[in-house]
């Protein structure tokens, strides 16, 4: 998600930036709502940010605020109707809405809303209908600026459970909102002051990165339970969440995989803190092996790391095709599988007839890591020894990351052995969780871990229901 308020930018190319710098998160759809004061418009489809916007496209939307999205479906199908920003309009007026993370009360919110089953198809849609229903009854404030959508959201925000980090926008404001505990990141930045845009300008951002490459530097991260509004008189923060339910929970597994290395996250930079966590790993689970391998992109860094502490050489085994996606984020499984075959390929050379500890983020379902050891024996491997930079990965997620079923998690339904010769590998270890968060270094902050330990920070829906949901 990536939202800009900066009167005398070209702000559309800086959201078509930004969301091409955030790509990883999402790659289902993409698009970007543009307000010039008076009317929003939105624009958004199914594919990649490259496909959805071309220079014409941009060279339509004018305005000094707006709000891109990418999405990454965990509620609700991949579909044209569910690609964001979800846009409502409220009488003469209309607010755009994009959502990163996964609501857990959307069946309770729903039926206090009155709403028939099927009314909305994802939690954003949800939300985006919540909010356009609160406009109405909220109190005008009289103060010179449009305050419906604020009011709006501070009286909607309190009743949602779950994670969410929110960036929303009407004809002259853009707003950035985390849950209460902050599972998905977002990013305040600001814009220096440019010849023909004096006050420089805002950005609002799912991970620095995308601060990196429309040249705004980072101000500080929106704090979890916190809400920022954007307009001419530049940002204003909201606590509209009680303080009980504040209890910083970021997903450990923004560090482990999902966010970009470059990221920066709770001040320390991912890239450096996955090398840790090969560092740790090769402490904890040491073998004795000719060449360490890293399963590219996220296992890397770690690879590096293990192999820096064990004194085992490094090297590249695995080639990816660069221009493929994220099989652990594709929607379905047929597509996760087929992205595996097209995805990595050994280096023979490198790796035949030799010892290999092969270096990986995380096994969820095994589908990747099974084909991808049996690719290194075919390529001449004579050891694979899996080394894994995170905890076995056992509970299901609600908040965001689309491993909804226990069936489907291998580390849920066999032991470390059966995990071994499922795979087909010599071993297989798993890093320690009290590694995993000593190897981050942000030892003092709290996070969720709850697929990995069962210990959800909030109430999560009964699992019948869920299972249901989700599949
Ligand atoms: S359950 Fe796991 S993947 Fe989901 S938010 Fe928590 S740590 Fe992240």
Same mark, same amino acid.
């Given at each position: ?61 004018? @305005?000094?605020?707006?709000? %891109?999205? !990418?999405?990454? /479906?965990? +509620? ?6 569910? =690609?964001?920003? $979800? ?108 010849? @023909?845009?004096?006050?420089? %300008?805002? !950005?609002?951002? /799912?991970? +620095? ?6 040249? =705004?530097?980072? $101000? ?104 493929i996606g994220r099989t652990f984020i594709a929607?379905?499984?047929?597509a996760r599988v087929?992205g595996v075959?097209?995805k ?23 589908t990747t ?103």
């Amino acid at each position: 998600m990536f939202g800009v308020y900066a009167p005398g930018f070209d702000v559309p190319h800086l959201v078509f930036d930004g969301l091409f710098a955030l790509q990883h998160r999402g790659q289902e759809s993409a698009g970007m709502a543009v307000s010039d004061g008076d009317t929003v418009t939105v624009v958004k489809d199914m594919g990649l940010v490259t496909s959805v916007f071309d220079a014409r496209t941009l060279a339509s939307l004018q @305005g000094h605020v707006a709000l %891109g999205h !990418v999405r990454y /479906s965990t +509620t609700g199908p991949s579909t044209w109707q569910n =690609a964001q920003p $979800v846009y409502r309009s409220v009488g003469n007026a209309g607010f755009a809405l994009g959502h990163n993370g996964n609501l857990t009360n959307v069946e309770a919110l729903a039926e206090s809303a009155g709403m028939l089953p099927g009314i909305v198809t994802s939690d954003s849609e949800l939300v985006g209908e919540l909010v356009s229903r609160a406009f109405p009854t909220v109190d005008h404030v009289g103060d010179g600026a449009d305050p419906d959508l604020e009011q709006a959201l501070l009286e909607v925000l309190p009743d949602l459970e779950g994670a969410f980090a929110f960036g929303l926008l009407d004809a002259t404001h853009l707003v950035g909102v985390r849950d209460p505990n902050g599972f998905r990141p977002l990013c305040l930045g600001r814009l220096d002051p440019v010849p @023909g845009a004096p006050e420089g %300008g805002w !950005v609002i951002a /799912s991970e +620095t990165p995308a601060l990196d490459i429309v040249g =705004a530097h980072l $101000v500080r991260e929106i704090e979890p339970g916190e809400m920022v509004v954007i307009d001419a008189g530049g940002p204003r923060s909201f606590r509209p969440f009680p303080a009980e339910r504040v209890d910083p929970k970021l997903c450990i597994f923004e560090f482990v995989y999902f966010a970009r290395p470059d990221s920066r996250l709770l001040g320390h930079e991912v890239h450096a803190a996955r090398h840790r966590m090969g560092e740790q790993l090769a402490l904890e689970a040491p073998v004795d092996a000719d060449l360490v391998i890293g399963v590219p992109d996220s296992g890397v860094p770690a690879a590096e790391g293990f192999a820096a502490r064990s004194g085992l050489p490094f090297g590249q085994g695995l080639v990816k095709n660069r221009y493929i996606g994220r099989t652990f984020i594709a929607p379905t499984h047929q597509a996760r599988v087929d992205g595996v075959r097209r995805k990595l390929n050994p280096l023979r050379e490198s790796v035949s007839g030799r010892r290999l500890v092969v270096v990986d983020d995380s096994i969820v379902r095994g589908t990747t890591t099974r084909q991808m050891v049996r690719m290194l024996r075919e390529a001449g491997a004579r050891e694979v020894h899996l080394r894994i930079s995170s905890p076995p990965f056992r509970w299901p997620c609600f908040y965001g990351i689309a491993t909804p079923d226990r069936r489907e998690l291998i580390a849920a339904n066999m032991t470390v052995g059966e995990i071994t010769a499922h795979l087909g590998a010599d071993s297989v270890a798993y890093l320690s969780l009290e590694g995993l968060v000593a190897a981050i270094g942000a030892g003092g902050e709290g996070f969720c871990s709850a697929c990995l330990t069962g210990e959800y920070p909030t109430r999560v829906p009964g699992s019948a229901a869920l299972a249901a949901a989700h599949r």
